[in-house]
T-cell receptor, first 109, second 112 residues
């Protein structure tokens, strides 16, 4: 079983819509959860992180964490073509990061 | 803006050659990491360091070695390159208890 699971997609949404990206993790002791965005051929860049159950909002991005269900999600409101990228979920169980394979998002103008 | 640098950005080399991938950061971060990423696949941790003279192997079995003689510098060496080493290598760093990792631009390696 992989430490972090993501639906690889591709996920396509029209411009202006809400994109919903999901991630599950296996280690119940995980404390920190991160979302990175990776454009094709580029390195990952941090979008946001979340430590506590519930929602955390940053601009058009909202991270949601449910530790009981071992589930973390990222919502992108008012999606823009520039949001088209692969989104990586990363989990910190306490010793090292584990990354998912990423979900490819395409925002259609 | 992350100040973490990797050289070379692209490298094509023959089997059996020794290569060193360079990584430097100017942020004073104590922790540094090397990841390997194949297209469409997750990042795999191959080495990490929590400070000078401290290095550990990650989950991915690797024929590479690292050193951390200076805080800002974390080179990765392949003693004898093989075609199976063809991949993208990403260096990252973080500070103290903050797990946020900042990535360098990556090195794309092709071993013929």
């Amino acid at each position: 079983q992989k430490e972090v699971e993501q639906n690889s997609g591709p996920l396509s949404v029209p411009e202006g819509a809400i994109a919903s990206l999901n991630c599950t993790y296996s280690d119940r002791g995980s404390q920190s959860f991160f979302w990175y965005r990776q454009y094709s051929g580029k390195s990952p860049e941090l979008i946001m992180f979340i430590y506590s159950n519930g929602d955390k909002e940053d601009g058009r991005f909202t991270a949601q964490l449910n530790k009981a269900s071992q589930y973390v999600s990222l919502l992108i409101r008012d999606s823009q073509p520039s949001d088209s990228a692969t989104y990586l979920c990363a989990v910190w169980p306490g010793n090292q990061f584990y990354f998912g394979t990423g979900t490819s998002l395409t925002v259609i103008p | 803006e992350a100040d973490i640098y990797q050289t070379p950005r692209y490298l094509v080399i023959g089997t059996g050659k020794k290569i060193t991938l360079e990584c430097s950061q100017t942020m004073g971060h104590d922790k540094m990491y090397w990841y390997q990423q194949d297209p469409g696949m997750e990042l795999h941790l191959i080495h990490y360091s929590y400070g000078v003279n401290s290095t550990e192997k990650g989950d991915l079995s690797s024929e590479s070695t690292v050193s951390r003689i200076r805080t800002e510098h974390f080179p990765l060496t392949l003693e004898s390159a093989r075609p199976s080493h063809t991949s993208q290598y990403l260096c990252a760093s973080s500070r103290g208890a903050d797990q946020t990792q900042y990535f360098g631009p990556g090195t794309r390696l092709l071993v013929l």
